[in-house]
T-cell receptor, first 116, second 115 residues
Framework: DQQVKQNSPSLSVQEGRISILNCDYT??????FLWYKKYPAEGPTFLIS?????DKNEDGRFTVFLNKSAKHLSLHIVPSQPGDSAVYFC???????????????FGKGTKLSVIP | ETGVTQTPRHLVMGMTNKKSLKCEQH?????MYWYKQSAKKPLELMFV???????ENNSVPSRFSPECPNSSHLFLHLHTLQPEDSALYLC??????????????FGPGTRLLVL
């Protein structure tokens, strides 16, 4: 059973508008969440992260929101640019649980296309 | 050279071949990882090394054999693979193994095709 789910395989957004990518998790032990971006023929690149002690983290055009009660996080990209077109992976881990706490659990990814 | 590098980028091999994938990190990190990404599946952790010691082997078949000679280099030795082993193999590294808010940094991957 998948513990991290990205239910939208793809998303298309007009340039300049907001892109919202969603991620749900089932394991309540997860307390640190990351977003990675992946271009074709490249490895995933770390984008932004959030700890469960926060509900928002912002870095330039990228903002991640965490709703712990709903076990849901989202990545907002404003404004969206054609160069943002990539596959976005959500990942989660347990920070303080000892053995195995390094393990990242990934979603399947959402392919974002930003249309000029 | 910076970041995490992997060679080769593409590999085609027969089921009886023996080949090796190489990963090198230039970040001064102490932990290194091998992941497998198959089509339409999430990334799957295969092996984890911390300070050159293996700390994780996620029920990976013995036809995959990792080696970590030092904290900067990681190898994945392949022998008698099956066609279903065709996938993207990604290497990653992190400063330490399980510090809070630790982030893993990935290489570009090796696209493997087993015929």
């Amino acid at each position: 059973d998948q513990q991290v789910k990205q239910n939208s395989p793809s998303l298309s957004v007009q340039e300049g508008r907001i892109s919202i990518l969603n991620c749900d998790y089932t394991n309540s032990m997860f307390d640190y969440f990351l977003w990675y971006k992946k271009y074709p023929a490249e490895g995933p690149t770390f984008l932004i992260s959030i700890s469960s002690i926060k509900d928002k983290n912002e870095d330039g055009r990228f903002t991640v929101f965490l709703n712990k009660s709903a076990k849901h996080l989202s990545l907002h990209i404003v404004p969206s640019q054609p160069g943002d077109s990539a596959v976005y992976f959500c990942a989660a881990r347990r920070q303080y649980s000892g053995a195995g706490s390094y393990q990242l659990t990934f979603g399947k990814g959402t392919k974002l296309s930003v249309i000029p | 050279e910076t970041g995490v590098t992997q060679t080769p980028r593409h590999l085609v091999m027969g089921m009886t071949n023996k080949k090796s994938l190489k990963c090198e990190q230039h970040l001064g990190h102490n932990a290194m990882y091998w992941y497998k990404q198959s089509a339409k599946k999430p990334l799957e952790l295969m092996f984890v090394y911390s300070l050159e010691e293996r700390v994780e082997n996620n029920s990976v078949p013995s036809r995959f054999s990792p080696e970590c000679p030092n904290s900067s280099h990681l190898f994945l030795h392949l022998h008698t693979l099956q066609p279903e082993d065709s996938a993207l193999y990604l290497c990653a590294s992190s400063q330490a193994l399980d510090r809070p808010m630790e982030t893993q940094y990935f290489g570009p991957g090796t696209r493997l095709l087993v015929l």
